[in-house]
């Protein structure tokens, strides 16, 4: 069965920075683009970012351009989201997200991921 778990929230004051990630099982990430989403409390879920199988493409959300930066490492099978400059409203659950690679980063519709983590909580507080 094919796993991709997160790991890395907490919670952490305005203005600081974490780093999430994503470690798959039972699924070679280098056939994949792997996307971050978000939901945060009473809201839907909203696209953060992909990136490209090799890495050569990335693409984020306005809400988050500039200070969110994905990453990965293929040979490690792991996806990185490194968060800087966090803000309050940056709180959420988020997800890593894995869908095949000819699908494109621009893509940002959950439906197009196939398979999901079971997310992690990044509480930021003011």
């Known amino acids: 069965q094919v796993q991709l778990r997160e790991s890395g929230g907490g919670l952490v004051q305005a203005g600081g920075s974490l780093r999430l990630s994503c470690a798959a099982s039972?699924?070679?990430?280098?056939?994949?683009?792997l996307g971050w989403f978000r939901r945060a409390p009473g809201k839907e879920r909203e696209f953060v970012g992909a990136?490209?199988?090799?890495?050569?493409?990335?693409y984020y959300a306005d809400s988050v351009k500039g200070r969110f930066t994905i990453s990965r490492e293929n040979a490690r099978n792991t996806g990185y989201l490194q968060m800087t400059s966090l803000k309050p409203e940056d709180t959420a659950v988020y997800y890593c997200?894995?869908?095949?690679?000819?699908?494109?980063?621009?893509?940002?519709?959950?439906?197009?991921?196939?398979?999901w983590g079971q997310g992690t909580q990044v509480t930021v507080s003011s």
């Open positions: 039972r699924l070679t990430i280098s056939d994949y683009i």
């Open positions: 990136i490209s199988w090799n890495g050569s493409s990335t």
């Open positions: 997200a894995a869908k095949q690679w000819d699908r494109g980063i621009y893509q940002t519709t959950a439906t197009a991921y196939d398979y």
